[in-house]
């Protein structure tokens, strides 16, 4: 989803979503021997991984933290060798009433680590051999999808059916009920890519999955999960349900922006198997205990089932030369860091802020979650430090590998890498469209061979250094990048995500929001000089009438001059609309389609202005009113050429406005 359920945080990020291979290595006789950077200080273990020393870091990492950035609750569990180690609360789960966070009851939303469980259900169909990973899921939904190419079951769960973003939906009303079905075949979107090519996160794609779970077993997916996944793994305080049943309605952490500010209403998420899960950190521990192999109540999944969904679920045959970097496993993201294995998954609503991780080698699990985004979004900080200072105090990193990429090498792929992006997790065929040129990733040449990339969906900025053909490993970090390249070498993709990826931004793309910023400018000064004009018009006429000066008669350019004026307020005025639309869709908030006809009637007589620009242009050129005139009716035409080439980029008069 646009900011929510997302699989963040940092490289698998949240949503969007959301590897790829090399093609060649362009070597040359007589090439120098590679020269590696000397490998960053590994982090070094400072703590033995027992209750005592975890609570002891978590008391020295936490509640100072959440103070500071205003974080109303956190809750935490650890497991290690078959046992819940610690399962902690800190802060309060209703500030107004002084309620602490207890990690036995107190209930927090997941977010996306929701769709973990999803996976899980769908393989428990799979194993029982109810459903297959590499069918049509039409055969099992029955739902006729506008797909250009078949979806499955692994499609799906490793974030690769194609679809783009969809935001319309995404957290309802508090108290309307949710119907999944409603929801899949209700404006589904696009499928812009072909599937098992792209990563592209996805939470249309794993509802769909969830829908599965509930077209085959004949029971209402939240039913299902209850039944067969959450109860016979001791999860007795966790559901999918909402609202909440009565039994846990009381005891769920309200959600808020900061802890000084007001509760937000119980978020209904539209596509429940993608993040509707309410749950205890004691509940999560059950769940990481069950997934390595150590249930605390009944088996739910076999050993070789579990080991299938951590495996990567697509291969290079598909993915290119994606197979080079974090791939997807069947639910899980590859997360791995310091020379080990691990599969996590993160999870973001409105309010809450969270992520489960396993190191299915070493037998150990971390959950951690926030009930607040907290100041200057706080817990997205907090959550990364406490995922990376689990890793670096208690599985400190191996010796780096160093570069096999000679220098001259470095540098023209650190050349050829530079330029701008967008997330392959994005909007391509609605207004929405507008959210990737407006935020463009950009990646610049730092130290003649390695390569700079800003923030973005899933990404935060770091420096990285090409330690194999095509392949990026972060500097001082653990994130991995993967460059696919087309038949002329020009990059494709840069997987930086297991379920997500960048793909450079096209000429097209790249000019329509600086066109369209342009254009405004302009159409914005006409505006405004047209009551000025006005008021100087008007008393130019009275003195001329004081002085028995005889007023000129209205010239042909009157009339174009007005209309011209009249576009560029429509304009501007659209603009103004269509900004408050962005504004009020990608904060989950609802909106009128009247609103949005509005901004697009608007525009598009911005847009026709353009006709009337011509028509103004040619009348002050015929009737020689001057060189300014004339010049300023030139600028005027551009700015209405750069209105209709960034809507026109941007969809902002498509007839389709579907989000």
């Known amino acids: 989803m646009v900011t929510q359920l997302s699989a963040t945080p940092r490289r698998r990020t949240a949503l969007a979503a959301l590897g790829v291979v090399v093609l060649t290595a362009l070597g040359a006789c007589g090439a120098a021997e590679p020269s590696p950077s000397p490998p960053p200080t590994p982090p070094v273990a400072t703590g033995e991984l027992t209750r005592a020393d975890v609570d002891g870091w978590l008391d020295r990492t936490i509640p100072a933290a959440i103070e500071t950035g205003r974080i109303a609750g956190a809750t935490v569990s650890v497991v290690h060798d078959g046992e819940i180690l610690t399962s902690r609360g800190f802060g309060e789960a209703d500030v107004a009433g002084g309620t602490a966070v207890d990690p036995e009851t107190t209930l927090f939303r997941v977010g996306s680590v929701s769709k973990v469980v999803t996976a899980t259900a769908v393989m428990q169909l799979v194993e029982r051999g109810e459903v297959d990973l590499d069918t049509d899921v039409e055969q099992y939904t029955g739902l006729d999808l506008p797909h250009e190419h078949p979806v499955t079951l692994r499609h799906l769960l490793s974030h690769t059916p194609g679809y783009e973003e969809r935001a319309a939906g995404l957290i309802g009303a508090p108290g309307v009920a949710v119907d999944l079905r409603q929801a899949l075949v209700e404006d589904p979107p696009a499928q812009v890519y072909e599937p098992?090519?792209?990563?592209?996160?996805?939470?249309y794609g794993n509802a769909l999955a969830g829908y599965v779970v509930e077209a085959v077993s004949g029971m209402p997916f939240e039913?299902?999960?209850?039944?067969?996944?959450?109860?016979?793994?001791?999860?007795?305080?966790?559901?999918?349900?909402?609202?909440l049943p009565d039994g846990l309605a009381a005891r769920v952490a309200q959600g808020y922006p900061t802890s000084d500010d007001a509760p937000i209403p119980f978020e209904m998420v539209g596509t429940p198997p993608a993040g509707a899960l309410s749950?205890?950190?004691?509940?999560?521990?059950?769940?990481?205990?069950?997934?390595?192999?150590?249930?605390?109540?009944?088996?739910?999944?076999?050993?070789?089932?579990?080991?299938?969904?951590?495996?990567?679920?697509?291969?290079?045959?598909?993915?290119?030369s994606l197979a080079s970097g974090p791939r997807m496993g069947l639910g899980w993201f590859d997360e791995s860091r310091h020379g080990r294995a691990v599969v996590g998954h993160g999870g973001d609503t409105t309010a809450f802020h969270s992520h489960l991780q396993l190191w299915p080698e070493d037998g150990t699990g971390l959950y951690v979650s926030f009930s607040s985004t907290g100041a200057d979004g706080a817990a997205h900080l907090l959550r990364e430090e406490v995922l990376d200072g689990f890793a670096d105090r208690y599985f400190p990193a191996e010796v780096a590998t160093p570069s096999t990429v000679d220098a001259a090498t470095r540098a023209e792929h650190a050349q050829a890498l530079a330029g701008r992006y967008e997330s392959t997790r994005g909007f391509h065929t609605t207004f929405l469209t507008v959210a990737g040129p407006l935020?463009?990733?950009?990646?610049?040449?730092?130290?003649?061979?390695?390569?700079?990339?800003?923030?973005?969906?899933?990404?935060?900025?770091?420096?990285?250094?090409?330690?194999?053909?095509?392949?990026?490993?972060?500097v001082d970090g653990h994130g991995v990048l993967a460059v696919r390249t087309d038949a002329e070498g020009e990059v494709e993709l840069v997987g930086f995500d297991s379920a997500m990826s960048l793909m450079p931004l096209t000429t097209g793309r790249a000019?329509?929001?600086?066109?369209?910023?342009?254009?405004?400018?302009?159409?914005?000064?006409?505006?405004?000089?047209?009551?000025?004009?006005?008021?100087?018009?008007?008393?130019?006429?009275?003195?001329?009438?004081?002085?028995?000066?005889?007023?000129?008669?209205?010239?042909?350019?009157?009339?174009?001059?007005?209309?011209?004026?009249?576009?560029?307020?429509?304009?501007v005025l659209g603009l103004l609309v269509w900004g408050y639309v962005l504004v009020t869709v990608l904060s989950t908030a609802p909106l009128a389609e009247a609103v949005i006809r509005v901004a697009q009637g608007l525009t598009a007589l911005g847009v026709l202005g353009f006709l009337v620009a011509v028509w103004r242009l040619t009348a002050e050129v015929r009737t020689r009113t001057g060189w300014f005139r004339v010049t300023t009716a030139a600028v005027v035409l551009l700015g209405f050429v750069a209105l209709s080439i960034g809507a026109n980029e941007l969809l902002l008069l498509s007839p389709d406005i579907t989000y």
Do not use: K
């Open 196 to 203: 098992g090519t792209t990563p592209a996160y996805s939470n």
């Open 279 to 320: 749950s205890t950190a004691t509940d999560m521990a059950r769940f990481m205990l069950a997934h390595l192999g150590h249930p605390t109540g009944e088996e739910i999944l076999s050993d070789a089932t579990r080991e299938l969904m951590r495996e990567p679920a697509l291969d290079a045959s598909t993915l290119g």
């Open 511 to 571: 000019v329509a929001v600086p066109a369209l910023a342009a254009g405004a400018v302009v159409l914005l000064l006409t505006a405004i000089a047209w009551p000025v004009g006005a008021v100087v018009r008007r008393v130019r006429a009275r003195r001329e009438r004081a002085r028995g000066d005889v007023v000129p008669a209205r010239t042909p350019v009157r009339l174009p001059r007005t209309l011209t004026r009249v576009a560029a307020l429509s304009a």
């Open 439 to 474: 935020q463009p990733i950009t990646a610049e040449v730092v130290e003649g061979d390695r390569v700079r990339f800003s923030a973005g969906v899933g990404l935060l900025p770091a420096v990285y250094e090409e330690v194999e053909p095509w392949v990026f490993h972060e």
């Open 223 to 243: 039913d299902y999960v209850d039944q067969n996944v959450l109860a016979p793994a001791g999860m007795t305080s966790s559901t999918f349900a909402q609202p």
